[in-house]
């Protein structure tokens, strides 16, 4: 209603050729501790898209002849100016998604300066290859070139954190780029585009187009001047984006969603196992894609584990997400907690005990925060392997605890889903955590530890969990052209 949308809402814009541009029509954006309207994002479709790429082409010949090092100092600077304003970026990142204001102050934000650096400095450092054949009197190099314009449509768990891991290697290789963050997670993408100006940015090197993945990210990905797609989001939406750009032969890095499983050997040091994976499994309301949703307990410990466990998820505070001394906030939406919550119905319809959390036990909220999405950390047991609570990702604050036997049956069974992003091995045993390692379908396996990311390396996931990967070299890789030229002396 006319009267809900009083002057204190804040209106966004896209950002398109250095200038904010306003739309012709908005979609309400919610704010999920509340359960109130509190932003308007533009409805963008294909005109708003056709301007931001025309922006990127023209900005393309200049931005992609400067040097590495005169884009790695503008990406410097930008990086310097968001961590100047982390505690804004960290509260409005807070207040859009519903995660933690902990969380937001500690991870995302410094994540997100954290790309700008990464890819600063890693642009410098990639070499080309140069081979010879002194029978034939040839030498062989290859060389390195950007694409052009780049499609980045990013999610709304971790915006800003997933939005410059996609922009950072974009803009550090040369490339300029049209990109679409979650129109339910917009407003810290909005303040990035503040400060692409004082750092130095080119205007139309970043274009940001806000709207729906239907309208506004269906026209990126169909539009013929936008070669290459980097897309996180769900396996459903990356088979649309596969068949719409598929006539185009554009290049494309997916990362998709996970189930990934934690398995806990009887060797493992619980003391270090049992927190870790509580912080797995709930972190970011459990809304992040590595997070731990299988965890498979060897049958000597389980009984102990679990208890452990679950003593130690009910230390979780849930509630008022920019209260620091809460773990777990909203989820995104009132569509995503019904679905969340449906999953448990369905795993105690099986049969399974849920044994903390959504339905058990009281959820006490503040009294701004009653019509707000909140749920407990769910703890579930006794679920079968076929459930759809074990193979489907749940995306929220569940975790399934499940006994095994041998190590050739729980590889088998970690094995047994459809996604292969993540995965946790804890066990004392050197040798079998090796072994367990090599064979478990995951693009990242963790053993004795959590989430813990090297941006050298390569990220990204088997089976349904996506196609290639990103990384230093990788996204040099995914971000350039590469041309081999062969000289005759």
């Not at 306003?22 to 109130?36: A, E, K, L, R, V």
């Not at 884009?71 to 100047?84: F, G, P, T, V, Y």
């Not at 990639?126 to 449509?153: D, F, K, N, Q």
């Not at 045993?429 to 090796?434: D, E």
Request: glycine letters at 8%; one cysteine or more; a neutral charge.
């Amino acid at each position: 209603p006319a009267m809900a949308h009083s002057k204190a809402l804040l209106v966004l814009e896209n950002f398109i050729g250095g200038k904010f541009v306003p739309c012709s029509s908005y979609i309400d954006s919610y704010n999920p501790s509340t359960g109130d309207v509190y932003c308007r994002v533009p409805d963008s479709g294909k005109e708003e898209v056709e301007a931001a790429v025309k922006a990127a082409k023209e900005a393309f010949p200049i931005w992609s002849s400067k040097s590495p090092l005169e884009r790695s100092q503008i990406l410097n600077k930008l990086a310097d100016l968001i961590e100047h304003d982390l505690e804004a970026f960290a509260q409005a990142e807070s207040k859009d998604q519903g995660k933690t204001i902990t969380f937001a102050r500690t991870v995302d934000i410094p994540r997100a300066v954290h790309n700008f650096r990464f890819f600063a400095s890693s642009i410098l450092h990639h070499v080309t290859e140069c081979t010879e054949m002194p029978t034939m009197g040839c030498v062989h190099y290859t060389s390195r070139a950007p694409v052009g314009v780049a499609g980045l449509i990013s999610p709304w768990n971790l915006p800003l954190y997933l939005l410059t891991w996609k922009i950072a290697p974009a803009i550090a290789c040369g490339n300029t780029v049209v990109a679409k963050p979650s129109e339910m997670t917009s407003v810290t993408a909005w303040m990035m585009c503040k400060l692409l100006d004082k750092a130095g940015v080119p205007p139309g090197v970043v274009n940001v187009v806000f709207g729906t993945g239907a309208k506004a990210g269906e026209a990126l990905v169909c539009h013929p001047a936008v070669p290459l797609i980097s897309f996180t989001g769900s396996t459903l939406t990356a088979q649309r984006i596969t068949e719409k750009s598929a006539p185009h032969c554009k290049r494309l890095s997916l990362e998709l969603g996970g189930k990934n499983p934690a398995i806990v050997f009887d060797d493992a040091d619980l003391g270090h196992c049992i927190p870790t994976t509580v912080r797995s499994s709930f972190a970011n309301q459990g809304e992040i894609c590595l997070c731990t949703s299988r965890i498979f307990v060897q049958r000597g410990i389980y009984s102990e584990f679990l208890k452990r466990f679950v003593e130690e998820t009910k230390k979780w505070k849930t509630g008022n997400p920019s209260d620091p001394s809460i773990n777990v906030g909203a989820l995104i939406s009132k569509e995503h907690l019904e679905k969340v919550r449906n999953y448990v119905k369905k795993a105690q319809a099986e049969g399974a005990r849920v044994l903390c959390g959504e339905g058990v036990d009281p959820l006490a909220l503040p009294p701004g925060n009653q019509k707000g999405y909140f749920m407990l950390p769910t703890v579930i047991a006794e679920v079968k392997d076929e459930s759809c609570c074990m193979q489907e990702e749940i995306f929220g604050p569940v975790t399934c605890v499940v006994p095994f036997d041998t190590e050739e049956e729980v590889i088998r069974r970690a094995n047994s889903v459809k996604y292969g992003l993540a995965a946790t091995v804890w066990s004392s045993n050197v040798g079998r955590v090796h072994r367990v390692a090599h064979r478990l379908q995951s693009g990242l396996v963790w053993t004795n530890c959590w989430l813990v990311r090297d941006l050298n390396l390569p990220f990204g996931g088997m089976k349904a969990s996506g196609i290639g990967r990103e990384g230093a070299k990788d996204s040099y890789e995914f971000f350039t052209e590469v041309k081999t030229i062969t000289i005759k002396h």
